[in-house]
């Protein structure tokens, strides 16, 4: 027997071990963390609208969706999507609930944008990274459809791909909603995000 295994098999040490990594565990509960990825128009308002859901650790506003690598806001980010990447505690709150989340806080009827904002980059999208993302994802989104069978939900269901954070410079559009309260306050009034949320869902709408 070799030392390490000699070392190993002392109670003494296999509590220690187990003490500790337990320990580190609980100490980091972003151990046990999921993420998510969803497009919703202006990541300003899906921060905003996610940061609040019990469970959810952190949002995070970028780019997603195109080839460009390192696309920027004010630069190149032809074919991407601005998103929010939702780091999540499924012990908490599941995908599904992040789902059902996500589908009140966008107008799924919009093909070229939502809101006020209209293009390619703010057009509304759930990116699924397993089966069983896509499995709820096309579920959820048929329940919605069948909610509304006079009008047609275009929001996509596509695979997941590179995730690129908003950074460097750009870095204030980061928590922008925290940050500047009033300004984030008359960009969403004005928009009329809310405004139509309420008219789509009613009740239903979350803001």
Known sequence: MNTAARVWRHPQVRRAVTTFLLLALVASPAAWAEKAYLAGGCFWCMESDFEGLPGVQDVVSGFTGGTVENPTYNGNHTGHYEAVEITYDPSIVSYQDLLNHYWVNIDPFDA???????????????????????????????????????????????????????????????????????????????????????????DQATH
């Not at 980061?174 to 969403?188: E, G, H, M, V």
Request: one cysteine or more.
């Open 112 to 202: 070229i944008g939502q809101f006020c904002d209209k293009g390619p980059s703010y057009r509304a999208a759930i990116f699924v990274a397993t089966p069983e993302e896509r499995r709820l994802a096309e579920q959820s989104k048929q329940k919605v459809q069948a909610m509304f069978p006079d009008e047609q939900v275009v929001t996509e269901i596509l695979d997941a791909s590179i995730f690129y954070p908003i950074t460097g410079d750009e870095s204030a559009h980061q928590d922008y909603y925290k940050n500047n309260p009033l300004r984030y306050k008359f960009y969403r009034y004005s928009c009329g995000r809310d405004a139509r949320l309420e008219e789509i869902w009613g």
